[in-house]
């Protein structure tokens, strides 16, 4: 018998409770891919700015590639403009024909919500009811919201936007239990998670400080949210949407996925070299105590050659083989 969803966005099936969280310059296709290959329940891609996109010709279109086995895909909309998000995101369904469309209202980054978008538009009903009900209306798929928890302290209003977002056709709520004001400073509160919870008759997701596995099963335990999006602690452990922590990951494992990471991301963007690739490896490598005039050349190394040569160099020296069988097969080819 085939198992249960874990819960359904719309019409569409979701098998997982953890999901990769949205994050602008890391949650791009590659690694996408990845947390997908080992559990990520669904993708969400990096923002896109509607203001960007509807007035650049040569928008960054590699924010919107994904790979058919990355469904179901959402897009991430931010702006402060319901009628060019709305027109954007009808153009962005016909082209790129993601499943969800999800509109971002939590990003705290002063140049986004000084000018009224991400979190800015939590301080303004009517343009995320204009948000909601004009981007419904644009596109066949279904919609998604993630929000904070407000601005600031003193207008906690996620309960009223969720509803509101809800009336208007969302048919998700992902909240990060932190204000404007938190930033990411303090630490994310999960009892309004379960408020919420307790309110709206879609699926809720929680955020916010899922480190370990641990975190997310008290997540899910002290919450009853439907879903667990974890964002920082993915990049130094992707493995934990197969529910492992990063002590029960081999070396092996390690290696090859950072050499397939490294190597695809030089397949989709050649011009940005090694750079992009390097958080995640300094990442990867931390557990390991490495020299430091090693671990140096490895985060400086420019040349992807060269870079994979010290790599394969020194996961050999922490024990890994490198002609051994793929415990993973993560190739598959971009559309
Ligand atoms: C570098 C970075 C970029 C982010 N970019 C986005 C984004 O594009 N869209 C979004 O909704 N949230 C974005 N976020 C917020 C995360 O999705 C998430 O809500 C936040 O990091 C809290 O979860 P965590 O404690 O598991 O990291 C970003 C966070 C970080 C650290």
Same mark, same amino acid.
């Given at each position: ?13 979701i $098998?997982? %409770? /953890? ?9 791009? @296709?590659?690694?996408?891919?990845? !947390?997908? =290959?080992?559990?990520s ?18 928008y960054?279109?590699?924010r ?34 993601p ?15 000084g ?8 301080? $303004?009903? %009517? /343009?995320?009811?204009d948000m ?5 209306? @644009?596109?066949?798929?279904?919609? !998604?919201? =993630? ?5 600031d302290?003193?207008?906690h209003?996620f ?13 998700l ?6 204000t404007?004001?938190?930033?990411f ?21 929680g ?16 919450t009853?949210?439907d879903g ?19 002590g ?24 940005r070299?090694?750079m ?15 020299p430091?005039p090693?671990?140096?050349?490895l ?20 024990g890994?083989?490198?002609d ?11 559309r």
């Amino acid at each position: 018998m085939s198992k249960q969803p874990a819960f359904y966005i719309g019409d569409i099936p979701i $098998d997982g %409770q /953890l999901i990769l969280a949205p994050m602008d310059g890391l949650s791009d @296709a590659s690694f996408r891919w990845i !947390t997908r =290959k080992l559990g990520s329940a669904y993708s969400v891609s990096e923002f896109i700015n509607t203001l960007d996109y509807a007035n650049q010709k040569s928008y960054e279109k590699k924010r919107l590639l994904y790979r058919d086995g990355e469904r179901p895909f959402a897009v991430q909309l931010l702006d402060n403009d319901a009628v060019r998000m709305a027109e954007s995101a009808a153009r962005i369904e016909e082209e790129f024909h993601p499943d969800i469309i999800d509109i971002n209202m939590g990003c705290s980054a002063k140049s986004v919500c000084g000018r009224g978008a991400g979190v800015g538009t939590m301080r $303004d009903p %009517q /343009l995320v009811r204009d948000m909601f009900r004009l981007v419904t209306q @644009a596109v066949s798929v279904p919609v !998604t919201a =993630k929000m904070r928890l407000g601005w600031d302290e003193v207008s906690h209003n996620f309960i009223e936007l969720s509803e509101l977002v809800v009336e208007n056709g969302a048919k998700l709520v992902a909240l990060h239990g932190r204000t404007q004001k938190n930033s990411f400073n303090k630490p994310a509160r999960w009892a309004p998670i379960g408020e919420l919870k307790r309110r709206l008759n879609v699926p809720v997701i929680g955020n916010g400080d899922v480190n370990s596995t641990a975190d997310a099963k008290r997540m899910l335990e002290e919450t009853g949210c439907d879903g667990v999006m974890i964002g920082r602690a993915a990049k130094a452990n992707p493995w934990i949407f197969s529910w492992r922590d990063r002590g029960e990951v081999s070396v092996q494992e390690v290696y090859q996925m950072a050499h397939f990471q490294l190597e695809d991301m030089i397949r989709l963007q050649p011009e940005r070299g090694v750079m992009p690739f390097r958080k995640y490896l300094k990442a990867y490598l931390d557990p390991y105590d490495l020299p430091r005039p090693e671990l140096k050349a490895l985060l400086t190394s420019s040349d992807p050659e060269s870079l994979l040569g010290l790599m394969d160099k020194t996961f050999l020296s922490l024990g890994a083989e490198v002609d051994a069988p793929e415990i993973i097969d993560y190739s598959e080819i971009y559309r």
